[in-house]
């Protein structure tokens, strides 16, 4: 099966300027995760989508990150505006209903250094 | 509240010797275990789990992890690593019935030929 699909890769931007990613999950997974990996740290949940609706995203910025999952398949995440500290990576993830079980299944992501 | 620590931050050993990854986990519910791989460049990838019954999971790779309650911990081994084991290693927790993972700040092994 094809697996999580990311884009772009890499992306450098200037602080206050808007950015955003998009994530194509593995067919038929309807959980949806996006996480931010800060260089030298773990994984940290920013938003998790069942289907179309938000399950969590206690851990979002709200002021300046927004993420939709329209028609419950890919989704995109946005920062706007950035700050130098939003430098990570920015890995999505999806899974079938029940991941506590199967485990997640990541893209390879998305490197934003903000300058 | 799960949380999870990985004391190690980086982790050299020469290739075919012996490699021991820690993980310890605080919870006050029961959980589920994981460890995940992550090579330069690319995403994370499961490599093993603990659900429930036997404490000792294995990977398909020889990697093999057990889990110790009395210990809270969910400690990494290999017998033998090879040059192509070098990486960066997450110890993962989450509540049984939910689907949110907490990682830890992972543990870089570094196989030295």
């Known amino acids: 099966e094809a697996g999580v699909a990311q884009s772009p890769r890499y992306k450098i931007i200037e602080k206050r300027q808007s950015v955003a990613f998009w994530c194509n999950p593995i067919?038929?997974?309807?959980?949806l995760y996006w996480y931010q990996q800060i260089l030298g740290q773990g994984p940290k949940l920013l938003i998790q989508?069942?289907?179309?609706?938000?399950?969590?995203d206690s851990q979002l910025p709200k002021d300046r990150f927004s993420a939709e999952r329209l028609k419950g398949v890919d989704s995109t995440l946005k920062i706007q505006p950035a700050k130098l500290e939003d430098s990570a990576v920015y890995l999505c993830?999806?899974?079938?209903?029940?991941?506590?079980?199967?485990?997640?299944?990541f893209g390879s992501g998305t490197r934003l250094t903000v300058v | 509240a799960q949380s999870v620590t990985q004391l190690d931050s980086q982790v050299p050993v020469f290739e075919e010797a012996p490699v021991e990854l820690r993980c310890n986990y605080s919870?006050?519910?029961?959980?589920?275990l994981f460890w995940y791989v992550q090579y330069p460049n690319q995403g994370l990838q499961l490599l093993l789990k603990?659900?429930?019954?036997?404490?000792l999971v294995e990977s398909i790779n020889g990697f093999e992890a057990e889990f110790n309650k009395s210990q809270t911990s969910f400690h990494l081994r290999k017998p033998s690593v090879h040059i192509s084991d070098t990486a960066e290693y997450f110890c993962?927790?989450?509540?049984?019935?939910?689907?949110?993972?907490?990682f830890g700040t992972g543990t870089r092994l570094k196989v030295l030929a």
């Open positions: 919870s006050s519910v029961s959980v589920y």
């Open positions: 993962a927790v989450s509540a049984t019935g939910t689907y949110k993972y907490i």
């Open positions: 989508f069942q289907n179309n609706g938000v399950v969590d």
């Open positions: 993830a999806s899974s079938l209903a029940r991941a506590g079980v199967g485990g997640y299944t």
């Open positions: 067919s038929g997974h309807a959980t």
């Open positions: 603990y659900l429930s019954g036997s404490t």
